[in-house]
């Protein structure tokens, strides 16, 4: 037997379809407050000593957090190569915008301190915020895009082809709905930032941050209930009209898919996977009475558990698919279809065995040596800091 033949090829196509939630997901949970301090900034902190203080809150640790983010392209890359291609050609210049944002935060971070000058400080401070709500809120946008379906079709060859002009691609994403996820996305990293910050930062920063944090859970908390309802009626879902083989060759366009019925009905045929939302409104609704009662670690860790159980959902209800095709249902992209060899997998898998593990490891241990919260004696101390 040959050694990668130990797992199926179908089991490790769902393993390293969870294994690229839980990247994504990790993503969330570290880079995520990252991203939500800097979106709070210019509201949390009014003093330059204030921002000071919030910004050497991540300071640290945002170099760090962005590992999962490049781990989960990396996933992508090699583990799903078809949802590489299609989702990097067709979200290109969304892709391209998150970027920018994303860029603009390590130069507003080394650079902000550089010049003694309060118009040069203000102006890294709204680079900082747009680099914390603009991903933020497009990284929403593209989920929500991705359950409505997306408007792409293969070729005989395999290669994706997209309806429009190059412009109407960006705006063709700006859908009601996909707005709406992007709002729920932004307003749930926004609370997370909060608990961070709660966590993290002295007052006045911490109680502004509860502050603004607890409305953040609420609009997220009620984003995702008219999301959730919004998909039950006025969303149709996708589901496979044949036979689906499992370990077959990753070709999407030999599977037939048809539109129609509802994403939810994921739900009647798995009842488990209800613990998602559940998790995800319990999660919010914790969080937001810990900024409300002054709570710190337990308000965080209620925070990522709302952000897991929201994240889990999209997934879990949409399983087995991926990507789907507005244009030809037959080119959507599943589990089944669109992932890399097994050899590929097994080998990835292997790798991952041996690597997460110190990933994890590291980070854990860098946290402990940065407990504690960031004081004024501590900014003040040193000109240079961030």
């Not at 589901?239 to 030999?254: I, K, T």
């Not at 308000?299 to 087995?320: A, D, N, R, Y």
């Amino acid at each position: 037997m040959i050694l990668h033949e130990l797992i199926d090829f179908e089991i490790l196509r769902v393993i390293w379809w969870a294994l690229l939630g839980v990247l994504l997901i990790g993503f969330a949970l570290t880079d995520g407050f990252d991203m939500g301090v800097g979106a709070l900034l210019p509201f949390v902190a009014r003093t330059d000593v204030e921002r000071r203080i919030a910004i050497n809150t991540v300071g640290p640790v945002w170099e760090g957090n962005q590992v999962w983010f490049i781990l989960g392209g990396g996933a992508i890359f090699a583990a799903w190569p078809p949802l590489y291609a299609v989702s990097f050609s067709g979200f290109y210049l969304a892709m391209f915008v998150v970027l920018a944002a994303l860029i603009l935060r390590p130069v507003a971070f080394k650079y902000r301190s550089k010049r003694d000058s309060a118009r040069w400080r203000e102006g890294w401070d709204w680079a900082l915020f747009v680099g914390g709500a603009v991903p933020a809120l497009l990284f929403g946008v593209a989920v929500g895009n991705v359950l409505l379906g997306v408007p792409f079709h293969l070729t005989d060859n395999l290669f994706p082809m997209y309806d429009g002009a190059f412009h109407t691609k960006f705006l063709g994403l700006l859908r009601p709905f996909a707005l709406l996820a992007g709002v729920v996305s932004l307003a749930m990293l926004l609370m997370h930032g909060a608990a961070w910050l709660s966590l993290k930062a002295e007052a006045p920063v911490a109680e502004r941050a509860r502050r603004y944090g607890t409305w953040a859970g609420i609009v997220a908390a009620a984003g995702y209930a008219l999301a959730g309802l919004w998909l039950a009626v006025g969303i149709d879902g996708f589901q496979f009209a044949g036979e689906v083989v499992r370990d077959g060759p990753s070709n999407p366009l030999h599977s037939e898919v048809v539109r129609g019925g509802s994403w939810l009905s994921a739900y009647a045929e798995r009842p488990w996977i209800v613990v998602a939302p559940v998790m995800g409104f319990a999660g919010i609704a914790l969080a937001v009475l810990g900024l409300r009662a002054g709570r710190e670690v337990s308000t965080l860790l209620w925070s990522k558990m709302g952000i897991l159980g929201i994240i889990s959902s999209v997934g879990l209800t949409m399983f087995p698919f991926i990507l789907p095709s507005t244009v030809d249902p037959d080119s959507s992209l599943t589990v089944w279809d669109s992932s890399s060899s097994h050899l590929t997998l097994f080998v990835m898998l292997v790798m991952t065995v041996i690597f997460m593990p110190l990933i994890l490891a590291y980070t854990a241990w860098v946290y402990k040596v940065l407990w504690g919260k960031v004081t004024e004696a501590d900014v003040t101390g040193s000109g240079h800091s961030y």
